[in-house]
Structures are given as structure tokens and as C-alpha cells.
T-cell receptor
Framework: EAGVVQSPRYKIIEKKQPVAFWCNPI?????LYWYRQNLGQGPELLIR????????DSQLPKDRFSAERLKGVDSTLKIQPAELGDSAVYLC????????????FGPGTRLTVT | AQSVTQLGSHVSVSEGALVLLRCNYS??????LFWYVQYPNQGLQLLLK??????LVKGINGFEAEFKKSETSFHLTKPSAHMSDAAEYFC????????????FGAGTTVTVRA
């Protein structure tokens, strides 16, 4: 069974530029999560999807961050414009409905904003 | 609200020695507890979990953890360290089966000396 796929793995951009991250969850997992992991810290939830609906985006900085999950499978997380403080690893995770506490993580995208 | 404290951001052990990583949690309800491992440039992989039942849980790669309610602890151990155990380890807590919100500790980096 293929795991959670994310791309790109690394991204370096200048501040004020836009950036997008892509995630393909494990087949059959209807719940998808985006986390941000700052250096030396554990992951923090940004947004959670149930199918195509964002059911918890309370921690997403909506002034510059947006996300979508069209058709309830793949998801894209966007930052526009990026700031220096956005440098972090962005992790995507997925889980099966009813077992939401058991999440499977992708390798992450390491973003560096210069 | 739930929170996790991992004691010690770095642990160094000799190959073959005991690995002990400490985790204390705070939860207003009976918690679900998890240990994840993150190898360099990879996503988080679930090592083991405690939900209900037996308080000593065994995971992958020879790791085990014991849930001690009276001490609000969930320490991770492995009797004999291997070079391949070098990684970062995260303890996480969830409020229970119907809540997806994982709260992670800051992580403990393990180095293994030959």
C-alpha cells in the first residue's frame, strides 16, 4: 500500500513570493490533515478535511494561507505571499473515517523563505 | 485541553544500552497516547499507541511504552539500542476515539554511539 505522497520535498523561495504544496493521501483515507512543523518542535495542525469539506481550519492563517481538496482526494496548500516566519516543514497526513486518532504522515515539504 | 511534555530534547546512548525517553501528558479526559519516530528528511511513523486495555504496549522495532495514569506518564523504552534507532521521537496525546486533534511534544533526538 502506497503511503502519503507529498511534493515538492524541498522548496526555497524569496519572501513575498507564492508557494504551493501538494498532497496525495493513502487510498481510501477520507480524512486529510495539513500540519506545520517548526524547527525543534512537534507538528501543529493547520487544517483538517473530511472528504472535500474543511471541517477545522481554525489554526490556518487565512490572510495568507489557503487550502483546497477538490474531489476529496488530493489537496493543495498555498501561501501567498510567503514571509520569513513561514520557513518550516509542512506535513500532510491522512486517516480512515472513525479512526481519526491514527494518522499516517507523508515525508513533508521543507520550505525555506529567504 | 491536552498537552505533552517530553523531558530532554537530546538523548545519547551507546549501542546495546537501554533507551529511555520520557513523556508526561496533561489531559482532562482519559487520553489516547502515541509515540512517533521521524528519521531525517522523512515523515512521522507511528511506533506504538495506547488506547484502552493493557497499559504496557509494544510497538515496532522493539520499542514499548507503559501508560501510568497515576504518574500521567507514557515513557518509551527499548532494551538494547541499535544504530538505526538514531532519529527524533515525538510523544502525542489525543482526547479519545472521537477527537482527531493530536497534541505533540517538542520531540527528543536520539543519537547512538558505536
Amino acid at each position: 500500500e502506497a503511503g502519503v505522497v507529498q511534493s515538492p520535498r524541498y522548496k526555497i523561495i524569496e519572501k513575498k513570493q507564492p508557494v504551493a504544496f501538494w498532497c496525495n493521501p493513502i487510498s481510501g483515507h477520507n480524512t486529510l490533515y495539513w500540519y506545520r512543523q517548526n524547527l525543534g518542535q512537534g507538528p501543529e495542525l493547520l487544517i483538517r478535511y473530511e472528504n472535500e469539506e474543511a471541517v477545522d481550519d481554525s489554526q490556518l492563517p487565512k490572510d495568507r494561507f489557503s487550502a483546497e481538496r477538490l474531489k476529496g482526494v488530493d489537496s493543495t496548500l498555498k501561501i501567498q505571499p510567503a514571509e520569513l516566519g513561514d520557513s518550516a516543514v509542512y506535513l500532510c497526513a491522512s486517516s480512515v473515517k472513525g479512526v481519526s486518532y491514527e494518522q499516517y504522515f507523508g515525508p513533508g515539504t521543507r520550505l525555506t523563505v529567504t | 485541553a491536552q498537552s505533552v511534555t517530553q523531558l530532554g530534547s537530546h538523548v545519547s546512548v551507546s549501542e546495546g544500552a537501554l533507551v529511555l525517553l520520557r513523556c508526561n501528558y496533561s489531559s482532562s479526559v482519559p487520553p489516547y497516547l502515541f509515540w512517533y519516530v521521524q528519521y531525517p528528511n522523512q515523515g512521522l511513523q507511528l511506533l506504538l499507541k495506547y488506547t484502552t486495555g493493557a497499559t504496557l504496549v509494544k510497538g515496532i522495532n522493539g520499542f514499548e511504552a507503559e501508560f501510568k495514569k497515576s504518574e500521567t506518564s507514557f515513557h518509551l523504552t527499548k532494551p538494547s539500542a541499535h544504530m538505526s534507532d538514531a532519529a527524533e521521537y515525538f510523544c502525542a496525546v489525543s482526547p479519545g476515539p472521537n477527537d482527531y486533534k493530536l497534541s505533540f511534544g517538542a520531540g527528543t533526538t536520539v543519537t547512538v554511539r558505536a
